[in-house]
């Protein structure tokens, strides 16, 4: 039980570090600056294992209690 909740604890913290990749292209874009498109090409994936991650980690704190 114990490797599962560092797993999606990992993958939270992959997911927000994606998500705030994907805010800053956003806003740099928006400026007009031109920035790398990794994140805007892989938003969807970058979603799934946030969501993953976080509800992961909510039933693994749910089970424990």
Known sequence: MHFLK?????LVVIGLILLVGR???FALRFT?????????????PSLGILLVGALGSWF???RQK
């Open 32 to 44: 007009g600056i031109e920035f790398t498109t990794f994140f805007v090409d892989y938003s969807v």
């Open 6 to 10: 560092l797993f999606f604890n990992a």
């Open 60 to 62: 693994i704190d749910k």
């Open 23 to 25: 805010l800053v292209t």
